[in-house]
């Protein structure tokens, strides 16, 4: 029935450029991601003299750009879960997720709809405020397991750790997903997520995920910070036996029960690096389900990761599709 059970939150993202002075007003160290509270979010915005604003989060994201690869030529339906409050934001949130050809199965809660506001700075770094909202009321009575049973594969990611609901609904589904044999595909997310949980992320997630994705701070903080990135991927091993290293603008390493690959990256001007990590993850997954082997997935997927930060915000109207599989497959 679908080819991605994907599990996230519900986010809307506030895009907007500013100089660095603005971080430091607010107390932000660049590049991170900061949980805020509904007071700490109008803060932020109050800051910021224009946005752009559109649908988001993290599997949302990786979920839109799977569909928008593949245009409904030879998957199977994606399915998206999540929480969005009963407000107007939610509802334009399910619209645009349908438009994109995605099965919503996101169910509404009592807080308001999530947002997150990402500042882009001219080094083209992207510092993330995120007000969680209704997604923190996500739990295991909304979790259809029925649906994931009858999916290929279960993703999501490390930000669900950030609420004890959610984080007990991810566990209860990977452990269905490998009881069924459901493929489990697990990012890290983010730095600022794996100093949180990494320690629990060390225990738990061995055995039960088949890849995991994750860039080179977030490999070093699980798995030691003086580690050259061979090394690290030795000591991921014990995790899952596929991983993708995540290296900028050099590409990615990817470890296949211990066999490393390098796999190079493409060299573009830089706009804005929000959702690179998402498209990244979309494009393995999309070329991992159409048979192609890890090494040939991670190259769409750093093609894929190299053209989106080419724009703001994770848009692909101005993106050339055919171009984009042509290079990354060939």
């Known amino acids: ?20 002075p603005v971080l430091e007003d607010l107390a932000a160290r660049k590049g991170t991601m900061n949980l805020v509270d509904r007071a700490g979010m109008e ?12 649908p988001g989060g993290s599997v949302a994201n990786t979920l839109r ?31 645009s997720l ?8 996101v169910v509404r809660k009592t807080l308001p709809t999530g947002c997150s506001v990402i500042l882009v700075t001219p080094d083209h770094e992207r510092t993330m405020f995120t007000y969680l909202g209704a997604c923190r009321e996500y739990g295991l009575e909304d979790l259809d397991l029925a649906a994931l049973c009858a999916s290929r594969l279960f993703y999501t990611t490390g930000y669900m750790w950030d609420t004890d609901n959610q984080k007990q609904a991810v566990k209860r589904a990977m452990e269905h997903s ?18 949180r949980y990494h320690e629990e992320f060390r225990s738990w997630l061995p055995s039960r995920v088949d890849v995991l994705f994750g860039n080179r701070d977030e490999f070093r903080i699980m798995f030691g910070p003086d580690l050259e990135d061979r090394q690290l991927l030795a000591e991921a091993a014990e995790v899952s036996p596929v991983l993708l290293l995540k290296t900028g603008c050099d590409g990615c390493l990817v470890s296949e029960r211990g066999a490393v690959t390098q796999v190079d990256g493409f060299c573009v001007e830089p706009l804005d690096t929000t959702a690179a990590g998402d498209c990244f993850s979309a494009a393995f997954i999309f070329a991992s389900l159409r048979g192609y082997p890890p090494v040939q997935a991670a190259r769409l997927a750093n093609r894929l990761a190299a053209s989106i930060v080419t724009v703001l915000g994770c848009d692909f109207s101005n993106l050339d599709r055919d171009l984009i599989l042509r290079e990354g497959l060939s």
Do not use: H
């Open 43 to 54: 803060r932020v915005l109050s800051k910021l003299e224009g946005y752009t604003n559109i």
């Open 98 to 105: 349908e438009r994109a050809g995605i099965n919503v199965q």
């Open 1 to 20: 029935m679908y080819s991605v059970f994907g599990m996230g939150n519900p986010l809307l993202d506030f895009i907007a450029t500013v100089d660095p």
């Open 65 to 95: 750009a799977i569909s928008w690869l593949d245009r409904a030529e030879q998957l199977e339906g994606l399915l998206y879960c999540g929480a969005v409050g009963p407000d107007a934001r939610g509802e334009a949130y399910n619209s």
């Open 178 to 195: 490998r009881e069924r044999g459901v493929g489990i595909f697990f990012d890290l997310a983010d730095p600022f997520v794996v100093r």
